[in-house]
């Protein structure tokens, strides 16, 4: 059976007013059924206009000039806009970086729920209680605002699962709650689609995270996958120098007594077909060769980088400034 999820070469450019943004540059990723992604960048790197290009969610007006995304072997992009919102509503879920916000806040959350799940023949307290809300009769009672965003994450997780989708899209579900709610969120979140055999792609920037709940790791820098391959293995030794600059500069990985490094220079914001590799104006471990010539993916230790010069260790890769802790 062919993959789940086919992203391949796709460019997007967002148009506004002034200018074009080239927000994905040639991004390729693949995921098969049931497994789980963490997809990490620094802000800017692409992770919600790829989760979004899926669900061919972008607003008007944004452009994919080259580029395939398949779900279940149909091409996203084609399709036209019925079987959009079919596939959305059959194989699609999504978990808002901002879910009390995605809600509405004129109605009871019974009442979107039952609008959201109309087709479904769910029972909305049976719903919660699976993201071990404990009293539910009285949740669906209340509006957004009357509900902490601890809560409204485990509305939107089961909102999201309802339907038991062959694909969720988590846009960093967790960002601002406190840690003890993020894990039992995310905790949830990964329980509910391993017993689905749902798929995940998790946009983050949380590696630990990442690397407790995913299996697999997609690292991007300006709107491609520049390494992508077992969490274990990319974590544990990065080939990508961004992957290195990246882990170098996590706060939760920098032991006590060590310094806090962080990625000299600036993400980029593309506006065209950029030339060479676009990391290398921040790469130390840069040739000649990087600043001239696209890097096209290869195989390098079991997984796809996107690099002239592929290798190195949390400890010699560049990560240029250094600042106490
Ligand atoms: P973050 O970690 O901050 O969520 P991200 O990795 O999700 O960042 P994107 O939101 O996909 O990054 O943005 C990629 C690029 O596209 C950025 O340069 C961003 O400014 C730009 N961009 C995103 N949305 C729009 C939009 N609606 N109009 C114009 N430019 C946009
Ligand atoms: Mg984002």
């Known amino acids: 059976t062919p993959p789940l999820l086919v992203i391949d070469d796709v460019v997007t450019e967002y148009r506004t007013a002034t200018r074009v943004v080239r927000a994905l540059d040639g991004a390729s990723l693949t995921a098969g059924r049931g497994e789980t992604v963490g997809i990490v960048g620094e802000s800017g790197s692409g992770k919600s206009t790829l989760g979004l290009l899926t669900g061919r969610l972008l607003p008007s007006g944004t452009r994919?000039?080259?580029g395939r995304v398949l779900v279940d072997g149909e091409s996203v992009l084609d399709l036209p806009p019925?079987?959009?919102?079919?596939?959305?509503?059959e194989r699609l879920a999504f978990v808002p970086q901002d879910p009390i916000g995605a809600l509405d806040p004129t109605l009871r959350i019974g009442r979107q729920l039952r609008l959201a799940l109309r087709d479904t023949p769910a029972d909305l307290a049976a719903l919660l209680e699976q993201v071990r809300i404990r009293d539910p009769e009285h949740v669906l009672r209340l509006y957004p605002h009357q509900i902490s965003g601890g809560m409204a994450q485990r509305v939107a997780v089961a909102m999201a699962m309802a339907r038991k989708p062959a694909l969720l899209i988590a846009d960093e579900p967790t960002a601002a709650l406190d840690s003890q709610v993020r894990e039992e969120v995310l905790r949830l979140l990964f329980t509910l689609a391993a017993e689905n055999g749902t798929t995940v792609l998790w946009l983050s920037h949380d590696l630990g995270g990442v690397a407790r709940w995913c299996a697999r790791i997609a690292v991007m820098y300006g709107g491609r996958v520049v390494e992508d391959g077992s969490t274990a293995d990319v974590l544990s030794a990065p080939q990508h120098p961004y992957t290195g600059a990246l882990l170098a500069a996590d706060p939760a990985r920098a032991k006590g007594g060590t310094r806090l490094l962080t990625i000299g220079g600036t993400p980029p914001v593309l506006t065209d077909d950029p030339q060479g590799c676009v990391f290398a104006p921040r790469c130390d471990s840069a040739g000649d060769d990087c600043p001239?010539?696209?890097?096209?993916?290869?195989?390098?230790a079991g997984r796809t980088v996107l690099c002239h010069h592929p290798g190195g260790t949390p400890e010699t890769v560049p990560a240029r400034k250094e600042s106490a802790r």
């Open 64 to 66: 994919c000039p080259r």
């Open 82 to 89: 019925d079987r959009v919102a079919r596939l959305r509503r």
């Open 292 to 300: 001239a010539v696209r890097p096209a993916p290869r195989t390098v």
